[in-house]
Each structure stands twice: as C-alpha cells, then as structure tokens.
C-alpha cells in the first residue's frame, strides 16, 4: 500500500500560470480532500469529494477547480495562478465521510508563486 | 465565531518527562476529536481518537482527554523521547465533512 501519494513535491508558477497537482489512494477510500497549509493559519479545507462524480467546496475553494473521474484520484487544478496560492498543499482520504476514522494524508506539495 | 486554539508557543520538556499539550475550542459541538503528528516537510499523520461521550482514550505512551464542558482536550505524551519532538495539531468537527477544522499545532521539543 502506497496510501495517499501527492505530485509534484516541489514547484514553483508564474503569476497567470494553471497546473495540476496530482492526488492518488490505493486504499480505495471514498472520500478525498484538499487542504493548504499556511503559516500561523492551520490546515484549511479547498475542496472536498465524497465518491467518484461527487466533489464540493470547502472553506476556501475560490482560485482551484478539482474533479473526481475514478475513486483513486483526485487532482486540484490551479486555474490562473496568483501570490496567494503559495503554501503547502496536502491531499487527505478517508473511509468515511464524518471524523470518526482517520485520516491519511500525502507527503505535501509546497507551491510557490513568484 | 468558531475557534480551535493550541498553544502557539513550543513546548520544550526535558526528556522523560510526560508533555502536555492543549487544545481549546469555543462555539463547536464536536461529535470527534483528533490529535494528529505532523514532522516538517511531512503531512500529518493520525495519532488518536475522541469521541463526545468519551473522557479519555489512551494509545502506548499517548493518552487524550476531552472535557466538552470545558470545550478543551487535552493531549499527553508520557515518558518522552526526543524522537517525539514534533508539531502536533488538534482537529474536531460538528458532525459534518466540511465542518473539519484544524487547529495550527503546537511545536514539541523534547530536550535529551
């Protein structure tokens, strides 16, 4: 079991530029998320999925777009980069859709936007 | 408004000796509490538990309280090791997926 792995680990965009950063589970979790992490402000919460097909905003969604075509992957998509984004991103899954199971998460991608 | 603090200042111990970290919450009704590592350059990794109607949950050397009147848990690492040393963050929620939220940790350091 490879868990929750999270592409690319470092990057650094341009103002303006898109990507994608990639999310993948093997644990066949139906729930995946999207957090960033800045300091002093805690993990916050981007988007969410409850299952293939299914995703939702989460606390601070404006600026990405995420889609959920199969259960494995889950990928956040930067439409138009700005200064803001930079932060640490973290891909989460989970078998359940409440907190009373842990949570997994990926090892972080720490995006910088110069 | 809703929220989650933890002492925003490290915690140095000496080694040995138990650590105790806290995690206060205002205007939340958590079904769930938990208490996750998190080393640098690291994502978080699950340590613990608590659910409302538990008072306490104990883990080999970790033990977590949940005081819901208090509004506070508290997280205890006895024995401490230097490879303890960490940051470790509380998260709660309200019942809901995207009600979770996390606190912003607090720095371990266990000192040999």
């Known amino acids: 079991n490879a868990g929750v792995t999270q592409t690319p680990k470092f990057q650094v965009l341009k103002t303006g530029q898109s990507m994608t950063l990639q999310c993948a589970q093997d644990?066949?979790?139906?729930?995946m998320s999207w957090y960033r992490q800045d300091p002093g402000m805690g993990l916050r919460l981007i988007h969410y999925?409850?299952?293939?097909?299914?995703?939702d905003q989460g606390e601070v969604p404006n600026g990405y777009n995420v889609s959920r075509s199969t259960t494995e992957d889950f990928p956040l998509r930067l439409l138009s980069a700005a200064p803001s984004q930079t932060s640490v991103y973290f891909c989460?899954?989970?078998?359940?859709?409440?907190?009373?199971?842990?949570?997994?998460f990926g090892q972080g991608t720490r995006l910088t936007v110069v | 408004s809703q929220k989650i603090e933890q002492n925003s200042e490290a915690l140095n111990i000496q080694e040995g000796k138990t650590a105790t970290l806290t995690c206060n919450y205002t205007?939340?009704?958590?079904?769930?509490l938990q208490w996750y590592r998190q080393d640098p350059g690291r994502g978080p990794v699950f340590l613990l538990l608590?659910?409302?109607?538990?008072k306490e949950k104990r883990k080999e050397r970790l033990k977590v309280t949940f005081d819901t009147t208090l509004k506070q848990s508290l997280f205890h690492i006895t024995a401490s090791q230097p490879a303890d040393s960490a940051t470790y963050l509380c998260?709660?929620?309200?019942?809901?997926?995207?009600?979770?939220?996390f606190g912003t940790g607090t720095k371990l350091q266990v000192i040999p």
């Open positions: 998260a709660l929620d309200s019942g809901g997926y995207q009600k979770v939220t």
């Open positions: 989460a899954s989970s078998y359940s859709r409440s907190m009373n199971t842990e949570a997994f």
């Open positions: 644990m066949n979790h139906e729930y």
């Open positions: 205007n939340y009704s958590p079904a769930y």
């Open positions: 999925s409850v299952g293939a097909g299914i995703t």
């Open positions: 608590i659910r409302e109607n538990e």
